[in-house]
């Protein structure tokens, strides 16, 4: 295989969304299905993988060829692999990290790692953040009557954050989450007037992409946290952020999205403080 084709998951995903202006519409359209269901190739025949994504089967191997490959088998083999690496216990993951630590580094070594894979984060978020979209989020989110948070699994916390800072400064906010299954009831009381914070990040939960779905249907605006302009969320918001968080020894943090989501909630508070004082003068 040439050295110039992508080896590795990350690699590959890179390089779609490097080419994602320049490719033909068939073919950025199996790429686009590829990133939001990475599960399917990975596991699906041609055929079926094509009748999901709604092209023709020879449209895979055009894909492939795109990238680099000789064929689809040789694309599907690195989504293969992205599934064996992801579906690695965290047993697994944390025997790697001791490896690290008993090769004579000690825990010190990991504490490094992780403090390197966030600064790499939070570095990329710098220098990438597009000051406009922050300024076009602040202001929808800030005339929004009530803010929604949707996020499920690791996006929770970052949810759940968000939830705790806005009514600190006792801005009206619904986190979604519900131990009795009232979430679509919770989102039903959404209205235009409103406004949605949802974050979601490969492989997206699906209940927080139906949710994101539902509320947009009833005309909600949305301002989204994800990876990728290929991510389900993206096709709903009205204003979208793309964060790629650094890992270390497959453990991804959230230093970069939790910067972003403090900037947000903060400057939230400052636009809404200011429109207050326009109103009073």
Known sequence: ??????????TLRTT???????????????????????DDIAFGTAASIAASAGVQPSTLIRFAQQL???????LQQVFRERLRERNSSY?????ALRVKAEGGAGHRAIFDGFVAAASTSLNDISRTLDEAHLEDAISLLAKAETIYV????RSYPVASYIAYALGKLKIRNQLIESAA????????FATPADAVIAISFS???????EEARSISEQGVPIVAITDSSFSPLAQFAKVWFEVAEADFAGFRSLSATMALAMALTVGVGEKRRDTGRKRKA
Do not use: C, W
Request: without cysteine; hydrophobic residues 40%.
């Open 1 to 10: 295989m040439d050295e110039r084709v992508p080896r590795d998951f990350e």
């Open 16 to 38: 779609i969304l490097e080419r994602r202006e320049s490719l033909p519409k068939r073919i950025a359209q199996i790429a686009a299905h590829a990133l939001d269901n990475p």
């Open 68 to 74: 680099g490959f000789d064929g689809f088998t040789s």
């Open 91 to 95: 047993d697994e993951r944390l025997q």
């Open 150 to 153: 949707l996020a499920k699994r």
């Open 181 to 188: 299954g009232l979430n679509a009831e919770m989102i039903g």
């Open 203 to 209: 492989p997206y939960a699906p209940a927080t992409i």
